[in-house]
Every structure is written in C-alpha cells, then in structure tokens.
C-alpha cells in the first residue's frame, strides 16, 4: 500500500519563496507518475503540477508557469515542488499525487498560507 507524506507548508509572505517535499513509501517509486495539486476555500481541487515517471518531462498549471518547479529524486522516493513568487491566491491545501496505471494514491495534503 503506497503512502504519501508531504511537508513543507507554512505561513509565508507574498513574493516568498517556500519548498514542498512529498515521501513515498510501499511502491517502487520510479514506476510512478507524480504530481500536486491544490484545493482552496470554496474551491475544487485544481492540478499544479505534474512529472512523468522516468523524471524527463513537466507540466505546470499557466497559474504558476515560472514560478514553481517541479523534480524528483528516485533514490530518496522524494518529489519537490519549489515555489517563488509565491501570491496570495497561492494559499490552499496542497496534496501530493502519484500514478500507474489505473492506480493512484494522495497524501493527506499540507496548508500553504501566503500573506498579503
């Protein structure tokens, strides 16, 4: 059974910069697609950011296209997403995804604040 952590979030101010980090346990890491979303208040869960399984290829949301960015590292079964730039329309609950096939797990999700 795949187990996601992430960490990372926080309180920080706007044009800040903040890392998120997502762990994953009971897979074979590198097989996984992976990605981030995020859900605000009153708003439905919305992609961010996504990465294929063998790490050479990355998608973004137009909403933070420059401004964050997305890796890997198979050796330590992690997932960054470094975030600059950081608005305040960046605050949500952000979830790590990953992905094989029919199979995908999330993590319980990390509250990222960005203060005006």
């Known amino acids: 059974q795949v187990q996601l952590v992430e960490s990372g979030g926080g309180l920080v101010q706007a044009g800040g910069s903040q890392i998120l980090s997502c762990t994953m346990s009971?897979?074979?890491?590198?097989?996984?697609?992976m990605g981030w979303f995020r859900q605000a208040p009153g708003k439905e869960r919305e992609f961010v950011a996504g990465?294929?399984?063998?790490?050479?290829?990355?998608n973004y949301a137009d909403s933070v296209k420059g401004r964050f960015t997305l890796s890997r590292d198979d050796a330590k079964n992690i997932m960054y997403l470094q975030m600059n730039g950081l608005k305040p329309e960046d605050t949500a609950v952000y979830y790590c995804?990953?992905?094989?096939?029919?199979?995908?797990?999330w993590g319980q999700g990390t509250q990222v604040t960005v203060s005006s």
């Open positions: 009971g897979g074979t890491f590198s097989r996984f697609a």
């Open positions: 990465i294929n399984w063998g790490g050479r290829s990355t």
């Open positions: 995804n990953v992905k094989v096939g029919a199979y995908e797990a």
